[in-house]
Nanobody, 120 residues
């Protein structure tokens, strides 16, 4: 099982930007970002295929967030722009062995999460 470590979270004002990184201990096929806000269930944010040629986004982040990956570094990124207070959550990186998906159950490897807080 691949180990995943997220970084890049922090406190930012509304309208600002952050870039999250997820370093994997090995190669994965699909990679995804999910988030969990206080008192809410974890939800899908973005996903990317092995080649980077296919990406998916939640409607709530489309046009503001961008997912990318550097396979030479086994690292996935989430560039977050025009952040809103409702983006405040713990962000989790996830890896899938076989597919790229918007569904949590497709992912076998999970990171510990990184906190993103957007102040108004």
């Amino acid at each position: 099982q691949v180990q995943l470590v997220e970084s890049g979270g922090g406190l930012v004002q509304a309208g600002g930007s952050l870039r999250l990184s997820c370093a994997a201990s090995g190669r994965t096929f699909g990679m995804g970002w999910f988030r969990q806000a206080p008192r809410k269930e974890r939800e899908f944010v973005a996903a990317i295929s092995s080649s980077g040629g296919t990406t998916y986004y939640a409607d709530s982040v489309k046009g503001r967030f961008a997912i990318s990956r550097d396979n030479a570094k086994n690292t996935v990124y989430l560039q977050m722009n025009s952040l809103k207070p409702e983006d405040t959550a713990v962000y989790y990186c996830a890896g899938s062995d076989f597919i790229v998906s918007t569904t949590q159950s497709a992912y076998r490897s999970w990171g510990q999460g990184t906190q993103v807080t957007v102040s108004s």
